[in-house]
């Protein structure tokens, strides 16, 4: 059995994710990466599944660029949207990109990003309501502000939270520890 950071080829695991409101029908969708060695966490709006394929497929290009990668196996679920979306990849990409799906039905076995949707999810959450408290008012899903919450979301977490192995994503990926100066959301 091959532990963490001895794959042969680097595995991104890819899906689609939604915040809703309670009391609207407003839905923000996002596109969250992880990848399964480094651990790093990329989260975009996209303006809806298989919607704008072409900007989301440039998206993901320059963030398997930024990882360093050549050869990838992307892993997802089998539904047909981010299949389309793969399919996208491989052909933007010039290096070997392998489509790899979980079984139907079984989105779980799918847990290298689905763990991921839900660090992002909340993050994403506590950024906002502390952002509404400090502003006075509701922020909607909708709202612009949201796309640069979503991912910064994935940078702090990538950035900041300690994996079991003691390192953070970002370390692993760039060879250096972050030293971005950081503030409340909404803070000058």
């Known amino acids: 059995r091959q532990t963490e950071g001895e794959h042969l080829v680097p595995e991104i695991g890819l899906d ?15 596109l969250v990466m992880k990848d399964r060695d480094s651990k790093i966490i990329f989260a975009d709006v996209v303006e ?19 990882l ?12 047909p949207a981010i299949l389309d979306l793969i399919e996208g990849i491989i052909a933007a990409r010039k290096e070997s990109t392998i489509p790899q799906s979980s079984p139907v039905g079984e989105s779980q076995s799918n847990g ?15 950024l906002r309501l502390a952002l509404q408290k ?8 909708g709202h612009p502000v949201m796309t ?9 977490i990538s950035k900041y939270q300690l994996n079991c192995d003691g390192q ?21």
């Open 134 to 141: 400090r502003v006075g008012c509701r922020i909607p899903v």
């Open 112 to 126: 290298l990003v689905e763990r991921a949707v839900r660090s992002v999810k909340d993050q994403v959450r506590t």
């Open 68 to 79: 360093g990668y050549k050869k990838v196996i992307l892993c997802s679920d089998q539904e």
């Open 48 to 66: 809806a599944k298989a919607v704008d394929l072409k900007g989301t497929v440039e998206n993901v290009v320059k963030n398997i660029a930024r």
């Open 16 to 30: 689609y994710a939604f915040l809703r409101e309670s009391e609207s029908e407003e839905t923000l969708t996002m």
């Open 148 to 156: 640069w919450l979503v991912k910064h979301s994935g940078e702090l």
């Open 168 to 188: 953070r994503a970002y370390f692993k990926v760039f060879g250096k520890a972050c030293k971005d100066v950081i503030v409340e959301t909404g803070e000058e």
